[in-house]
């Protein structure tokens, strides 16, 4: 799995909530026309803080890749890049449809037992620091413009 750091941090915008505790909306844009992406590659967006809570995920697909693209968006670890849960927030992604997607949409599928997607849909909380948050490139992508929202709370 290659992994690249092109937006890793300070890239995003951060709108701190200021009267209702330490909340904060992140945005990433992942400009594909700008870095091609390859398929398989996993975008690292931001290293996680210890006591963070990821209360949702937004993908805002701006401009669409005009070929077959998909993205995930999950939770990596720092030290490894190993997968935690590669779809955790957002799974199968339209990355050739402008449109947004949210994780806190939710897909119960009935069996035995039941599931429901994706598996961080009511949030994730991360008690200590390492891991990330990452974009699954499911296709290779070289037009694509997709916005990352992510709403994050300071649990100290």
Do not use: C, H
Request: no cysteine; glycine share 10%.
């Amino acid at each position: 799995m290659a992994v690249t750091t092109t937006y890793l941090e300070g890239t995003g915008d951060a709108v701190p909530a200021t009267a209702f505790g330490k909340t904060a909306v992140k945005k990433f844009t992942i400009d594909t026309a700008t870095t091609n992406v390859a398929s398989g590659e996993v975008v690292k967006l931001m290293t996680i803080p210890s006591e963070t809570a990821i209360l949702a995920v937004w993908a805002n697909v701006t401009t669409a890749e005009g070929g077959t693209l998909t993205i995930d968006v999950g939770d990596y670890t720092t030290s490894t890049d190993a997968v935690i849960d590669a779809d955790g927030f957002l799974d199968g992604v339209n990355g050739n449809s402008v449109a947004i997607s949210q994780s806190r949409t939710i897909t119960l599928t009935e069996g035995t037992p039941n599931t429901i997607a994706p598996a961080y849909y009511a949030g994730k909380g991360y008690t200590a620091a390492g891991a990330y948050l990452g974009v699954l490139f499911n296709n290779a992508a070289d037009a694509a413009v997709i916005d990352i929202l992510v709403e994050m709370a300071d649990l100290r």
